[in-house]
C-alpha cells in the first residue's frame, strides 16, 4: 500500500461559455495540470473522468486533441459527486498499487442545458409531482429555520460570506460581494430561497495528477498526500426521516475521521457542497465543527470566515464559486492543494496544513442524497 | 391509442389516491405482508425483505405539515409559482405531492393535512395530469 499524492492541480475559471465545447474545455485544464506537476503526458497511466450532464466517452474526448489515447479511461457518473467519484477511484487503484499515476478530471458544461433548474430524472415520483433540487434543498431550509429559529436574515448571511471570500478567488464564476439585503431582495427561485441562495450554473473543468509515494519524491517537493478518502450511497428511508441531519454526511464524516484518525479539531479548512445557502449550515454540524443547532452561531462569530477558526469554502463555494456539477469535486481538491501549497494568494488560509473536501448530491427519492464523497488532504 | 387519450385521465403517478363515493381522499401505499414495511408509493419489491408479497393499503387520515415549499422557478411545463411538500402519515409514510397554497404561502409546520386529488400541470399538448394534492386543514379562529 502506497499513500496517494497530488502532484499537480488546476482548473478553468468557472463561467458562461456556451460557445466553447466541452473537449475544449478539458483539454488545456489536463496540460496545465501536467505542467504543474512537471511531467510528461506519457508517465500517466489511467485517466479518471467525473461528468454528469457531459455525455459518453468524455475523458476520451477530452484527451484525443492532446493525443493522450491507448491508456485506460474511466468515466465516472454520480451526480455532482461525479468528480469526487473519480477522484477516489484513482486514489485507490493508487493506493493498491496498480497504477503510478493518474489524471483526474472533473468536467461538465450547464449551459448546454438551457440555464434555470437542473433536469430531474422523470422516472422518480418525486420529480413526477413537481420536486426540483431547489425546492428539496428548500423544504431542508423551511424545517431547519423552523426547528432552531434561524431567520431570512442569517441564512442569507451564508451567501455574504461565500461572496466575500468568492470575490477574493480569480476562478470564482462571481466577484462581487453582496449585503444581506440583496440576498434576500433577489428573484425568488424556491422559498426561502432568492436566486442568490442558489449555485448558479456554469461550465469549468478541473483536474489533479495524483501519484504513488515513490513517484511523488522523484518529482517534487510539495506534495500533498491524500490522507483518507470515502464514498458512499445514501441509505434508502422510505418513512420518516429527519431532514435537518443530511444522513449520508453525517455517516461519511465519521467513516472519514475513522480512516484518518482524526477529528473536526484537526482540519484547519474545509471546502463543502454548500449547493444552496441551507446547506453549508447543515454541514458544519455534520462534520463537527459546531454542536447541532449551533451552525448560525458559528457563521456569525465569523469562525469559518477567513481568519477564523475553521474557514468553510475559502473559494467562495459552490455558491459563488459556482457549480459545474462534475467539475466540482476536482475543484475543490484543487482549492485544498493550493491552500496547502500556500498559493491561495488573497483568499490563503494562513498555516492551513489539513483541509477537507466534501461532494455530495443526486436528488432520489427516499435518500437523503444519492452519492458523497469526501477528502482529507495534507501538506 | 386515441382512445386512451381521449378518456383516460392520465395520472402522474398511478395507484397514489383513491378518491371514497363521499369525495374525500386517501393515499395509497404498499404493505409488505412478510415484514409489515409500508412504502409510498408501492413498491414492486419490499427493499426491507425482498418479499414481492406486497397489498395495496388506503392511508389514514392525519397527515403532517412535515415542510414545505413555494416553487418560483420551475422546469419547463410547470406553471410557477406552485406549493410542493412532504406531508407524514402516522403510519410512517412521508409522501412528497403539490400543497394548495389557498392559505397564503406563510403556512405553520406539523399543521393538519387533507388529502385531495387534482390536476397537477398539463402536459405539451394541453392534457391535464393527475395526482394527489395536499391542503392545510384551518380550523375557525386558528389564524395567528
Known sequence: ?379 | MTTSETHDPAWALPDSVEQQPDGSCAILCGKCQECATVVFPKPPICPTCLSTDIEVRRVSEGGRLYTYSVVHAARAGWQAPFGIAYVDFPEGVRVCGPLNLTQGADIPLDSPVRVLAGTLRTDASGKPILSHRFEVITTPGSHS
Not at chain 1, 10 to 16: L, Q
Not at chain 1, 92 to 110: P, Q, S, T, Y
Not at chain 1, 119 to 136: F, I, K, N, R, S
Not at chain 1, 255 to 268: F, K, T
Request: aromatic content about 6%; overall charge negative; proline content about 5%.
Open chain 1, 1 to 379: 500500500m502506497t499513500r496517494p499524492a497530488i502532484i499537480g492541480a488546476a482548473m478553468s475559471r468557472f463561467a458562461k461559455r456556451p460557445e466553447v465545447t466541452v473537449q475544449d474545455l478539458g483539454w488545456p485544464v489536463v496540460l496545465d495540470a501536467l505542467r504543474d506537476a512537471g511531467i510528461d503526458r506519457k508517465d500517466v497511466n489511467a485517466v479518471y473522468t467525473g461528468s454528469a450532464f457531459s455525455g459518453r466517452l468524455v475523458g476520451q474526448r477530452v484527451l484525443r486533441p492532446i493525443g493522450m489515447t491507448g491508456i485506460p479511461v474511466i468515466n465516472c457518473e454520480n451526480a455532482c459527486s461525479s468528480g469526487a467519484t473519480a477522484f477516489r477511484e484513482a486514489c485507490m487503484a493508487i493506493r493498491h498499487g496498480e497504477i503510478d499515476v493518474a489524471v483526474v478530471l472533473g468536467i461538465d458544461k450547464l449551459t448546454s442545458l438551457g440555464g434555470g433548474v437542473l433536469p430531474g430524472q422523470a422516472e422518480d415520483w418525486e420529480v413526477a409531482v413537481g420536486l426540483t433540487m431547489p425546492a428539496l434543498y428548500a423544504m431542508r431550509a423551511k424545517r431547519y429555520m423552523h426547528d432552531h429559529g434561524v431567520t431570512a436574515e442569517q441564512l442569507a448571511m451564508v451567501a455574504v460570506k461565500a461572496h466575500r471570500h468568492g470575490a477574493l478567488n480569480p476562478y470564482a464564476q462571481f466577484n462581487n460581494e453582496v449585503t444581506v439585503q440583496q440576498v434576500l431582495q433577489s428573484k425568488p427561485v424556491a422559498d426561502p430561497f432568492t436566486v442568490i441562495q442558489c449555485c448558479p450554473t456554469g461550465d469549468g473543468a478541473a483536474a489533479v495528477v495524483v501519484c504513488s509515494e515513490q513517484f511523488a519524491r522523484r518529482v517534487t517537493r510539495k506534495p500533498v498526500w491524500s490522507v483518507a478518502t470515502e464514498l458512499t450511497s445514501g441509505i434508502y428511508m422510505p418513512g420518516f426521516r429527519d431532514m435537518t441531519t443530511p444522513e449520508i454526511t453525517v455517516r461519511g464524516a465519521k467513516e472519514i475521521y475513522e480512516l484518518a484518525g482524526m477529528g473536526p479539531d484537526d482540519i484547519d479548512m474545509a471546502e463543502v457542497h454548500d449547493a444552496f445557502t441551507i446547506a453549508e449550515l447543515l454541514y458544519y454540524e455534520a462534520f463537527g465543527f459546531c454542536a447541532p443547532g449551533e451552525a448560525v452561531s458559528l457563521l456569525e462569530r465569523g469562525e469559518t470566515s477567513l481568519g477564523g477558526r475553521i474557514p468553510v469554502n475559502p473559494s467562495g463555494g459552490l455558491l459563488c464559486k459556482g457549480h459545474p456539477v462534475g467539475a466540482t469535486g476536482i475543484a475543490q481538491v484543487v482549492e485544498a492543494v493550493w491552500q496547502l501549497r500556500g498559493e491561495a494568494d488573497k483568499r490563503q488560509v494562513q498555516g492551513a496544513r489539513t483541509a477537507l473536501t466534501h461532494c455530495t448530491g443526486g436528488g432520489i427519492a427516499g435518500l437523503d442524497h444519492g452519492a458523497c464523497s469526501i477528502n482529507i488532504l495534507a501538506a
